[in-house]
Nanobody, 114 residues
């Protein structure tokens, strides 16, 4: 069993920055991929950024502003969010893909004021 602990959300003005963290803990698991998703009110959950092997993928809406990174020794994934916009307001979820199943974090609220 894997537990995920997210942190780093909050309220920020447009143009500001936030850094999200998601730490995976437990035993007997191997991580294949780590990713961040977000869900705004009334919208479907969408992929923001993913780290798979040595590569990364980003949603077009965040390219050049967000950066996903990993600390494999700590089983932690980060999302550095710069130049935030009001449309980035959402609950952000981390997702960890192991060889047996996927795990989701509890979500952290990011609110960007104009």
């Amino acid at each position: 069993q894997v537990q995920l602990q997210e942190s780093g959300g909050g309220l920020v003005q447009a143009g500001g920055s936030l850094r999200l963290s998601c730490a995976a803990s437990g035993s007997g698991f191997s991580i294949r991929a780590m990713a961040w998703y977000r869900q705004a009110p009334g919208k479907q959950r969408e992929l923001v950024a993913a780290s798979i092997g040595g590569g990364t993928n980003y949603a077009d809406s965040v390219k050049g502003r967000f950066t996903i990174s990993r600390d494999n020794a700590k089983n932690t994934v980060y999302l550095q969010m710069n130049s935030l916009k009001p449309e980035d307001t959402a609950v952000y979820y981390c997702k960890v893909v192991t060889f047996s199943r996927d795990y989701w974090g509890q979500g952290t609220q990011v609110t960007v004021s104009s």
